[in-house]
């Protein structure tokens, strides 16, 4: 698909591109000059104003290695972390909590043509397994990096689920945001209520989120857990009164590139 948007001359105030409910070129980053035209094709995008220059944006999602372009001697970088994966709960009920997100690094890199530059993109933390009466911790985020210019560490897993009194935190707070520029959030502990009529209802924490994810998605059948925001969202922790159920997975990281040419 291909969408074409125009950048408001100068003067006017700086407003993001988003297209399908994703940002793909955030308010105030500068051009070779305005009006600019600005177009989505498949992983990449074109940004091109009149003869000044022009700039193309790429979006990696897997690890690889990035190649400067003839002409491009700068580019600039956004990189994220993975996020932690949820906590799983045991058959003896109880409530996880989430992974954290990813840190999120923004910078800009001088290259020159034709150097190669290896692209690490983090995998996001396993979920917190479940198996009858056992359960485990999540799987902390992977680090994403652009060469040796930056890294974006991941977040840390959820805990397990643990019983507690109504209204306590069980299963204590999910680890520390990945270190960035930005740091990740970190993920509050499961916690566990009065239910209607009596009894008590265990609630899974949701993941944390990184810089500029999507909303965390809802609670889904397969996991019992809030799925993570993507990139660099943490997995939700598990919830249950007496169904071993596993946590949901962090999301994976993600290098957004802006190649400089002229």
Known sequence: ???????????????????????????????AGEPATFAIDGASAHVTSGTRGRMVMRWLTAS????????????????WGAGGGGGGVASTGGAASGGSGGGFVPGVAAVTPGQNVPVTVGVGGGYGNASGGT?????????????????????LAGKAAASGSTGASVAGAGGVGGIGVIPGRPAGGGMVVAANGGGARYIGSPGGSAF?????????????????????????GAGSTSTAIIGA???????WLWEMYG
């Open 1 to 31: 698909p291909r969408a074409v948007a125009t950048l408001p001359p100068p003067g006017r105030p700086p407003r993001p591109i988003r297209w399908r409910g994703l940002t793909y070129l955030p308010a105030g980053i500068p051009l």
């Open 249 to 255: 997975p962090g999301a994976g990281g993600l290098v």
């Open 64 to 79: 690889t290695t990035w190649t400067a372009p003839d002409g491009c001697w700068s580019v600039v970088h956004g990189l």
């Open 135 to 155: 359960s485990s911790d999540g799987g902390n985020g992977g680090a994403t990096s652009f060469g040796a210019f930056a890294t974006a560490y991941g977040g």
């Open 212 to 236: 500029g994810v999507a909303p965390i998605g809802q609670i889904t059948g397969t996991t019992g857990a809030h799925d993570a925001g993507f990139p660099g969202g943490g997995g939700g």
